[in-house]
């Protein structure tokens, strides 16, 4: 075990309890001699674990800002409760990440990157056949989107100054002899990571993909849209680098997600989604789930949060399905019903047959969390599973 000390610190303004959870996940961001951070829950001390000693005072300057950024004038949203099946019975009480790796049913290939046997895929198989249930029920048209994604539309998105700290960039070794030689006589795994310098790496052109939906903006981008309305369907690999909140099967750096997509018409999009939400309503009571629907924010970075996150809470673009971990006492992001307005229309220049930016709207479920909530909550004997997916498995 490398050694490791403790800095305590009291921030300067009180951290407000809706700002518990994610100032402290923003926390591992700050630097990197920081490898946990505990925010309490009364939110007047913050506990860092540092792999040295590092500069405390710096660390605990940058801390501060964060926490003065995030905190200062902050005002609690309003959170409105759409869905409350909290209370439905569940069987199980462990964490199921126990008995998945006892099973070798998951493996852990590197940090935040998990490899999964037949159980899970099998419900990762049957969960995301049901979602295809709703994308059925619309009439969604399928689509398939590349893993990569072009850091020009990342860019006319605004994405880089929202979520900078959870990209992943995708590069390749710069196209030059000497540097390939070099790197194959000399690349080895040490330490941390691999031993070669980043002059040898190409300027980036691609990211991993953060998201679905949004190949699908970019790939309308520039025109009107034909007939002013399309629903799309897609299931892709997601990435999103969480630092130091990569634990268990609850974050990964690399998931995949199912999304029905809707584009059009600001009222045929708000439509769609509160149909969705009605249609899912009624699957997931099949599959048993005790969960609750609520009003939610993305996770901004630390200069854009306070804006956007309350900007998103006060128009309810973002509602959150989140499942019941019973082991834990918490809940669980298992997907969301999502309404962007027009900003993709606006920044694409997709338009309506009135010459208007179209408005877009997505359902996307993170499939490896849904088949993780399941477990947690209906454990690993079949006899015991709602009879839905008992029946389906074989
Ligand atoms: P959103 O676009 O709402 O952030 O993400 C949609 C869904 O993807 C979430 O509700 C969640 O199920 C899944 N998701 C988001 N981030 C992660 C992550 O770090 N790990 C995993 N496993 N799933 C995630
Ligand atoms: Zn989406």
């Known amino acids: 075990m490398p050694e490791t000390s403790t800095l305590e ?36 001390r913050i506990t860092l674990t540092l792999r040295s000693a590092g500069n405390a005072a ?43 790796l006892a099973r070798r049913e998951v493996y852990e290939e590197s940090t935040g990157i998990f490899t999964f046997g037949p159980l899970m895929s099998r419900l990762i198989e049957y969960f995301e056949g049901r979602f295809l249930q709703l994308a059925a029920h619309f009439e969604a048209q399928p689509y398939r989107f590349p893993t990569l994604m072009s850091a020009k539309f990342l860019d006319r998105v605004d994405y880089f100054k929202a979520f900078p700290h959870s990209l992943t960039f995708a590069t390749h070794l710069r196209e030059d002899l000497d540097i390939i030689n070099e790197f194959a006589e000399k690349a080895k795994y040490e ?58 099967l609850e974050r990964l750096w690399n998931f995949t997600m199912r999304e029905v997509i809707f584009v059009g018409s600001k009222d045929f999009v708000l439509e769609k989604r509160e149909q969705s939400r009605l249609f899912m309503q009624k699957i997931f009571e099949e599959l048993g789930l ?14 854009e949060f306070r804006k956007q996150a309350a900007f998103q809470n ?79 498995l074989p």
């Not at 905190?71 to 409350?84: F, M, N, T």
């Not at 970019?218 to 002013?228: C, E, I, R, V």
Request: charged letters at 20%; a negative charge.
């Open 191 to 248: 330490g941390h990571g691999l031993n070669s310098p980043a002059e040898f790496f190409s300027q980036i052109q691609a990211l991993l993909s953060p998201a679905v939906c949004y190949h699908l903006y970019f790939s309308l981008a520039d025109h009107p849209l034909p007939n002013g309305q399309l629903i799309a369907t897609a299931v892709g690999n997601c990435f999103r680098y969480e630092s130091n909140n990569l634990t268990s």
């Open 314 to 392: 006060a128009f309810q673009l973002k509602y959150e399905i989140r499942a019941r971990l019973p082991f834990k006492d918490s809940t669980l992001a298992i997907g969301s019903y999502n309404y962007h307005q027009d900003f993709f229309g606006r920044h694409l220049d997709i338009t309506l047959p009135d010459g208007k930016p179209i408005h877009t709207g997505c359902t996307a479920f993170g499939l490896e969390r849904v088949a993780y909530a399941f477990l947690a909550q209906h454990g690993f004997d079949p006899a015991r599973w709602p009879a839905a997916v008992r029946e389906a």
């Open 9 to 44: 610190v009291t921030p300067v303004v009180a951290i407000p309890p809706h700002l518990v959870g994610q100032i402290q996940s923003k926390l591992a961001y700050v630097d990197e001699a920081i490898a946990a951070a505990q925010v309490a829950e009364s939110g007047d």
């Open 58 to 100: 710096e660390i605990e300057a940058k801390v501060q800002r964060v926490v003065q950024e995030m905190a200062q004038g902050s005002i609690a949203p309003r959170v409105e409760i759409l869905e409350d099946h909290l209370a439905r019975p569940v069987s199980y009480d462990a964490d199921p990440l126990t008995e998945l």
């Open 290 to 303: 005790a969960y609750q629907v609520e009003t939610a924010n993305d996770p901004f970075f630390v200069g």
